[in-house]
């Protein structure tokens, strides 16, 4: 008895601590860890990965500009004057000067990459002016040189104090134009959109116009139906992005976490990149691809507005990046706990009416230009066209003339004879087809006996008879020639 209660206790025991054993193997594959920050810090390094270290800053020398950057900052001295440098003296030039204290290793590798970039914009030079004309074209060469601003062109082979100041001043005035441009373009495009839009209507009769009209209100009010947009840069769009982009607690928010959370290059700076992916949770509350009413193009400037609006607020020293300490010390201030609402695009029209009358003037007198050219056009080639339809007549008149002479060549024409005077015999010549021939019916002569002596004429016969034959023989030359023939036949 004792024996079956002691059996059964430590079976229950077993039992017990086999279940135990289980639970705790289920409790760690699904419990989370207890030391939390650590996985908050690891977790978003492997989005790392996924952004470039170096961003494309839309300069058409920025490859040139990061690679010089990134080899003058490997040499220590000059990357500590650097970061110790206020941005006015950058502006002013004089971290330029400090070119002269890099090491050996990077000037080498400075002259290096000057070269490189120079034969880069030969050959884009040399291109444009094939793709003009060769040779035979006058190229503006000094609007193509240009784009040697950023450095020093007539010193191709070594990278100087020069070279680094003309970097950096090309590279500030660049950039700090390069949204303005953007901003310009962007009005552009949606003045170009409203002006099509309102060209297709003329095309439409009235109940089609109607429909199209109440088709496009339709389409505004639904664009403009999407959540709240949090304020750029404020305490509720950041802490959006910290729960829906990092899965953290919005409890939990801290500033200095999320700035290195999202400082993807780790240089303790938010650039212009890092800054704009900030945005991207706003910009999907208004923006769908997939939908009719959503422009991609008026998102991108959306993009922009809240970047430029952020650097303005935050960036205190102008050096387009936000410092860690700028950071934090905006985090502080009462318009980053207490904003104000985000007015997006749909709210602020990037066009006003008198830009948008301009805009169409312009396009009227481009068109009008146009079809100025188009007539100009077609009236050289009218008159080319005549000059070709001349000049194939006279090459048919020329070609029927050669044809005929061809002709005339072909048909042997046969020369007159010439006169002899043997003896006194001179055979009668008449004119045939303005050729002189002998008299074929001249009666030949009487066959005199054999023996007999032929009668001679008296000397007075002879003379008399040799005159009247030298008479017909003048008659009979071609004229010009019985002069010529007349002394010829006064025989003795």
């Known amino acids: 008895m004792r024996f079956t209660i002691h059996y059964k206790m430590c079976w229950s025991r077993a039992l017990l601590t086999s279940w135990v054993l289980l639970l705790i193997q289920l409790l760690s594959v699904e419990a989370v860890p207890i030391s939390v920050d650590k996985t908050k810090v690891k977790e978003p390094e492997t989005k790392a990965e996924e952004v470039p270290a170096s961003v494309d800053t839309g300069l058409h020398y920025d490859r040139y500009l990061r690679e010089v950057i990134d080899f003058l900052e490997k040499d220590q001295h000059f990357r500590e004057k650097l970061h110790n440098t206020d941005m006015e003296d950058i502006k002013q030039g004089k971290l330029a000067k400090e070119l002269d204290f890099v090491s050996h290793h990077v000037r080498t590798k400075l002259d290096e990459l000057k070269r490189q970039e120079v034969n880069r914009l030969r050959t884009l030079i040399k291109a444009k002016q094939d793709l003009e004309g060769g040779n035979d074209i006058a190229v503006d060469h000094q609007a193509?040189?240009?784009?040697?601003?950023?450095?020093?062109?007539?010193?191709?082979?070594?990278?100087?104090?020069?070279?680094?100041?003309?970097?950096?001043?090309?590279?500030?005035?660049?950039?700090?134009?390069?949204?303005?441009?953007?901003?310009?373009?962007?009005?552009?495009?949606?003045?170009?959109?409203?002006?099509?839009?309102?060209?297709?209507?003329?095309?439409?009769d009235e109940d089609e116009r109607k429909r199209e009209e109440e088709h496009y209100e339709e389409m505004r009010k639904k664009h403009a139906d999407h959540p709240k947009v949090n304020h750029p840069g404020s305490q509720n769009q950041l802490k959006e992005v910290w729960e829906e982009a990092d899965g953290l607690d919005p409890e939990d928010f801290d500033p200095k976490t999320f700035f290195?959370?999202?400082?993807?290059?780790?240089?303790?700076?938010?650039?212009?990149?890092?800054?704009?992916?900030?945005?991207?949770k706003e910009l999907e509350k208004i923006y769908d691809p997939?939908?009719?009413?959503?422009?991609?193009?008026?998102?991108?400037?959306e993009r922009l507005r809240m970047r430029e609006h952020v650097m303005n607020e935050v960036d205190s020293n102008k050096d387009r990046l936000v410092s860690l300490n700028e950071f934090l010390v905006a985090t502080k201030k009462k318009e980053f706990l207490e904003p104000d609402s985000w007015e997006t695009l749909e709210q602020n029209q990037a066009y006003t009416d008198e830009e948008m009358r301009e805009?169409?003037?312009?396009?009227?007198?481009?068109?009008?230009?146009?079809?100025?050219?188009?007539?100009?056009?077609?009236?050289q080639r009218e008159e080319l066209q005549r000059q070709q339809d001349e000049l194939n007549a006279q090459k048919m008149e020329l070609q029927q003339a050669v044809e005929h002479m061809e002709r005339l060549k072909s048909q042997k024409v046969e020369t007159p004879?010439?006169?002899?005077?043997?003896?006194?015999?001179?055979?009668?010549?008449?004119?045939v087809g303005n050729q002189f021939h002998p008299d074929q019916d001249a009666p030949p002569q009487e066959h005199q006996p054999e023996g007999q002596v032929p009668h001679e004429p008296s000397q007075e016969q002879s003379q008399h008879q040799n005159q009247d034959m030298g008479h017909q023989a003048q008659q009979a030359l071609p004229p010009g020639h019985q002069e010529a023939g007349h002394g010829q036949l006064d025989l003795p």
Do not use: C, W
């Open 417 to 431: 004879p010439e006169v002899h005077v043997e003896g006194n015999a001179i055979p009668e010549m008449h004119v």
């Open 144 to 204: 193509l040189l240009k784009q040697f601003e950023y450095l020093n062109h007539m010193n191709p082979h070594t990278f100087e104090v020069d070279d680094l100041d003309r970097l950096i001043k090309s590279a500030t005035n660049d950039l700090e134009n390069y949204d303005k441009e953007r901003h310009e373009e962007f009005k552009r495009y949606e003045m170009m959109k409203e002006h099509d839009r309102r060209e297709h209507l003329k095309t439409l």
């Open 290 to 301: 997939t939908n009719e009413e959503d422009d991609m193009v008026e998102m991108e400037e």
């Open 260 to 280: 290195n959370l999202h400082d993807t290059n780790g240089d303790g700076f938010f650039d212009d990149q890092e800054l704009e992916s900030l945005f991207t």
């Open 359 to 379: 805009f169409e003037e312009h396009l009227a007198q481009q068109e009008q230009d146009l079809n100025q050219k188009a007539f100009d056009l077609q009236k």
